[in-house]
């Protein structure tokens, strides 16, 4: 099993950048894949960043061009960078961790996320 731990999220104006960060523990880190969801309010969590099964990496058609999913196996951390935030990007954004082939998938507790002025 493996905990995952969301950090980097906050209040940033419209334009503006964050980075998600998600720490994994407990776990050998770099056999899962890892993406990233969201759930902004009154809405189901959907996916932003994810890899595909054949090693690309899924974007969600809100995000392309401005948010880049990136891992770094030797501190068992993977990275969301969101650039030209706007506002309709505001969610608690969730980290997840999966066994590919597997019915595993761990998530974190997630991290807010407010775009506004």
């Known amino acids: 099993q493996v905990q995952l731990v969301e950090s980097g999220g906050g209040l940033v104006q419209p334009g503006g950048s964050l980075r998600l960060s998600c720490a994994a523990s407990?776990?050998?880190?770099?056999?899962?894949?890892m993406g990233w969801y969201r759930r902004a309010p009154g809405a189901q969590r959907e996916l932003v960043a994810a890899p595909t099964s054949g090693g690309s990496t899924n974007y969600a058609d809100s995000v392309k061009g401005r948010f880049t999913i990136s891992r770094d196996n030797a501190k068992n951390t993977v990275y969301l960078q969101m650039n030209s935030l706007k506002p309709e990007d505001t969610a608690v954004y969730y980290c997840?961790?999966?066994?590919?082939?597997?019915?595993?998938?761990?998530w974190g507790q997630g991290t807010q996320v407010t775009v506004s002025s």
């Open positions: 407990g776990s050998i880190f770099s056999i899962y894949a």
């Open positions: 997840n961790a999966r066994v590919p082939g597997s019915p595993y998938s761990y």
